[in-house]
Each structure stands twice: as C-alpha cells, then as structure tokens.
C-alpha cells in the first residue's frame, strides 16, 4: 500500500481549509499556501465536494470551505474521497471478491487473505483514529 502525491496534496488542502475554518478560500489560494499545483488543487477539490467533505461558493467572493465541522474529518475520510476504499489485496474488495477460495459472504477459504483482512482492518482503523485537526498548528492561518 502506498499512499499517493494526490492524498498528501488532499491532507494539505483539508488542513488549510480546517486551520480557516468557516472562511471560504479560493482555490488559487490554497494551491499558493499548500504549495500544490492549481490544476491538482481544483481536480482534489472536486472529489472533496463530491465526497462532502468541502463545498463550493461561486461568485466574487467564491472559493471553497469546509462543509461539516474540522473535528470530525479524519484521514481516512480525506483517502476515501479521493481513491476509495482501502484495499491490501484484491481478494478483500468488498462488493466483488476477486478470489478463487472466497466462499460466500466471509474471506474463510484462505488463512492469508483472513490475516490480510484484519491487518486491513487495522489501518483503516489507525487512520480514522486521525482528525485533521491534529495537523493545523503546521498549517498557517489565511488572513
């Protein structure tokens, strides 16, 4: 498992948004304070709204801002929005198993997919236990 350039721009983006939170910030904004590109900055920012984690404000004071409270985002939300589930092997895809030992609704066929399943499990767990909130004093303020 690895995890992308495009999921740490998302926690930078996330963080900014979080450290002004209630403020709506423009997306060239944040692209210049979290030194991300723009064009990722926007394309990120469009998975977030459609996850729901941010919203968007059109006109002249347009921009983006957080749509449910800081403390409630964790980094398993931001990695869910912008590339699914975690997922350690094929075989643990929920809706469609890709296993030739899977038998029905349970990974019971094989022993390493059921440990590959609770290690899984795990890490998703360790990154839910992770608010946002825990990286805005790095983040600074927009004024």
Do not use: W
Not at 52 to 78: E, M, V
Not at 83 to 112: M, S, T, V, W
């Amino acid at each position: 498992m690895r995890l992308t350039q495009e999921i740490d721009y998302a926690f930078r983006i996330i963080a900014h948004l979080a450290s002004n939170e209630g403020k709506v910030i423009g997306a060239p904004k944040i692209a210049r304070a979290m030194d991300v590109p723009e064009r990722f900055t926007l394309r990120i920012l469009r998975k977030l709204n459609l996850a729901g984690l941010t919203r968007s404000k059109r006109g002249a004071n347009g921009g983006y801002i957080l749509n449910k409270p800081a403390a409630s985002i964790t980094l398993y939300d931001i990695i869910l929005a912008v590339d699914g589930p975690i997922e350690l092997n094929r075989c643990l895809h929920a809706d469609d198993p890709q296993c030739n030992r899977y038998e029905g609704k349970a990974i019971q066929g094989c022993k390493f997919h059921r440990t590959l399943y609770g290690i899984q499990e795990e890490v998703i767990q360790q990154f839910q236990n992770v608010p946002i909130t825990n990286f805005i004093e790095t983040v600074e303020a927009e004024d």
